[in-house]
């Protein structure tokens, strides 16, 4: 069910110590609603309060308090998160409503600093960032998983097939078996008259048939018990020789298996020792944004009594990260609560540093993401192998088990093919006494009587299993249609898992370009005729191999005085249309991604370089993809805002 099935209906939120917001409570409708206000008015760190609720870790405490909570009501659900500072980071508790907010913190919360949003005017990988939520190795996984199943059960088929072809074989040898046993029953009745009349009346006669026909019968079924221990014997040495075969391969394929980790605690180390890291680049970048934030309002209002003594006072808001800051900034500015002054250019020059060091944290950020992709590949890789290892291990124990079982088996049939064997001398001796009697005639009858029953039983045994095999093989030739569907959705699932990126990327480009298309339609900047992003290949080296990958390449199209239209580069669009780039990137992805369907909120914020007619259209454009879109405005530009949207002047 969607979002918008689901009406959610109006969301409320307590905040304590987020920001610059010591408390407040406040109601967002469905819908567009705007947060109005001069700088350093708590619209920003309301846009924080949302996205802790939702579950991301990038908001920040209150500089004068060590805990701080959101409280969430939305769709009749309620979510609690607290904050709490934790040595130099801040330590996130509770249960947002995504449960994993990394999506939503790429194209849905698009403040400032948001990562999909600069990657425009930074030049960023633009194919990497849509493809990053999606799990390429699972793929990799799944269509593994696919092609070994569909590669199964055409092994199956094969099988059936020639199965198949022995059919007609098996069918014609069944009517010839039939033929013969009608012929043997018919011979043996006949034979079986003859031998009533010969021995009509003579007690004598009767009595030296039955023991004959005794010692006869007990010489047939031992005979024949012989024969089943022989193929019994054959039937285990060749399931023998199968388990040998088998288990050769399995030690094969464990000596190409690579060798087992001696101890991956290192390696457990190295992943914990980048995931905090990462947790402290995290806030520290958090830190900054907020350090900046407050410092460009201050500029903004025309405070030049800014910074302070940055050595005290932003070490009082920020802790040991300012100290880093300073350390980089390498600047010394007067303590502005004593009334000493700076120029505001050397003011300037260090927020720039600010923001240098932000961009070298962000920088720091996206390597230990990608050495710490790594180390979690290899871990994996290293399980998989370490798991494959030991089921081979398993199966040759098991393996060397059944062969040590089938070969006592063996031997215990040897011996009562011995048994037997001597058996049957003895009763062919006793037989032999027989036909050395008087009774050489009628013993000759009895003994052909015999050997026909023992050919009859013997013929109708091999009838069994020459009809069991045949409904063997119609059953699996019923069974292979079943294989055939299941094969054929098989090839279905592995197509698609092999184009799903393909296809990713493909909906990525064509929704950028659409809106992109869309929305300078609606702006209408002067000369400014088409941006739009092709996807192509590159050529890399990867390793000692030469690959290639995707990407995504911006191109810029305007036109002169003359209506000439010329390429342009992305450097030399201006801020106002850079930062609509940057959104309409970001939108792609949220629809991409499907965040319509999974996540309610859509944030906006630091619109200003963008004219407040601009920004009212963009607005207008937005709102018809999120179920809520909250904007942070300054009061001049929500003028031009649709009056029908909400407005809060107050948090």
């Known amino acids: 069910m969607s979002l918008r099935d689901q009406q959610p209906g109006v969301a409320s939120f307590t905040v304590e110590n987020i920001g610059g917001i010591t408390s407040t409570n406040v109601d967002v409708e469905p819908g567009v609603t705007v947060l109005v206000g001069e700088n350093a008015t708590n619209r920003t760190s309301f846009l924080q309060a949302i996205m802790a609720g939702m579950g991301s870790d990038q908001a920040s405490l209150k500089a004068d308090v060590d805990q701080g909570r959101v409280e969430m009501t939305l769709g009749g659900e309620d979510y609690e998160r607290t904050l709490e500072t934790a040595g130099e980071a801040v330590q996130y508790d509770g249960d947002g409503y995504l449960d994993d907010p990394t999506v939503a913190e790429l194209f849905a919360f698009l403040h400032e600093a948001n990562e999909a949003r600069l990657a425009v005017s ?33 092994d199956k088929l094969a099988t059936i097939e020639s199965r198949k072809r022995d059919l007609p074989e098996l069918e014609e040898r069944r009517d010839t078996i039939e033929a013969e046993i ?52 054959e039937t285990q040495q060749e399931s023998i020789s199968s388990l040998r075969s088998e288990r050769s391969e399995r030690e094969t394929e464990l000596s190409e298996l690579p060798a087992p980790e001696s101890d991956d605690t290192v390696l457990a180390e190295k992943i914990e ?29 025309g405070d030049y009594e800014l910074l302070g003594d940055v050595e005290d006072d932003t070490r009082a808001q920020n802790g040991n990260v300012t100290d880093q800051l300073l350390e980089d900034a390498d600047e010394e500015v007067v303590c502005w609560t004593c009334g000493s002054r700076v120029q505001r250019d050397q003011i300037e020059e260090t ?7 932000r961009e070298q944290k962000v920088q720091t950020l996206n390597d230990v993401n990608d050495e710490l992709d790594e180390y979690e590949t290899r871990r994996r890789e290293i399980e998989r192998t370490r798991q494959r290892r030991d089921e081979i291990e398993r199966e040759l124990e098991e393996i060397e088990t059944e062969i040590e079982r089938r070969q006592e088996r063996i031997s215990t049939l040897k011996d009562s093919r011995e048994e037997l064997t001597e058996e049957i001398e003895r009763l062919e001796t006793t ?29 109708e045994s091999t009838l069994e299993d020459v009809t069991d095999e045949i409904a063997e093989i119609e059953s699996m030739i019923e069974e292979g249609e079943e294989l055939r569907e299941r094969r054929e959705r098989l090839g279905e699932q592995l197509t698609d898992a092999r184009t799903r990126i393909e296809q990713i990327e493909k909906e990525a480009v064509e929704a950028f370009n659409d809106h992109m298309d869309a929305i300078l339609d609606i702006l209408e ?18 390793g000692r191999e030469t690959v290639d990958r995707t990407v995504f390449e911006l191109h810029v199209v305007r036109t002169t005085d003359n209506d000439v239209a010329y390429d342009d580069t992305i450097d030399h669009l201006s801020e106002s249309e850079r930062k609509v780039t940057g959104l309409v990137f970001a939108l792609a992805g949220y629809l991409v991604h499907d965040l ?38 300054l009061p001049e530009d929500a ?12 948090i």
């Open 122 to 154: 930074r030049g960023a990988d633009l194919h990497e960032l849509i493809m990053r939520p999606i799990d390429v190795e699972e793929i990799k996984e799944e269509i593994e998983r696919l092609r070994e199943e569909k590669g199964s059960i055409n």
């Open 182 to 233: 009608e012929s043997k029953r018919e011979e043996l009745a006949e034979l079986e008259e003859t031998i009533d009349e010969s021995s009509n009346d003579i007690e004598e006669s009767q009595r030296v048939k039955a023991e004959f026909e005794d010692a006869l019968e007990e010489l047939r079924s031992v005979r024949s018990e012989l024969e089943t221990v022989r193929r019994d014997i």
């Open 273 to 301: 020792t980048l995931r905090n890291r990462r947790q402290s680049l995290n806030g520290e970048i958090s830190d900054l944004q907020s350090l900046i934030s407050y410092n460009q309002e201050r500029l903004e209002e």
């Open 351 to 357: 927020v720039t540093s600010l923001e240098d060091l």
């Open 431 to 459: 037989v032999d006494e027989f036909e050395d009697a008087d009774f050489e005639e009628i013993l000759t009858l009895h003994r052909e009587a015999n050997q026909l029953e023992f050919d009859i039983d013997r013929l």
């Open 525 to 542: 900047y002067e000369n400014l005729d088409r941006i739009w992003i092709d996807r192509t290949t590159e050529s890399v080296r990867q």
């Open 596 to 633: 319509h369907e999974d996540v309610p909120f859509m944030l906006l914020d630091s619109l200003e370089a963008i004219d407040a007619e601009r920004i009212a259209r963009l607005i207008d454009y937005f709102a018809e993809y999120a179920e809520y879109l909250v904007v942070a405005l």
């Open 639 to 650: 003028q031009a805002v649709d009056d029908d949207y909400r407005r809060l002047t107050s």
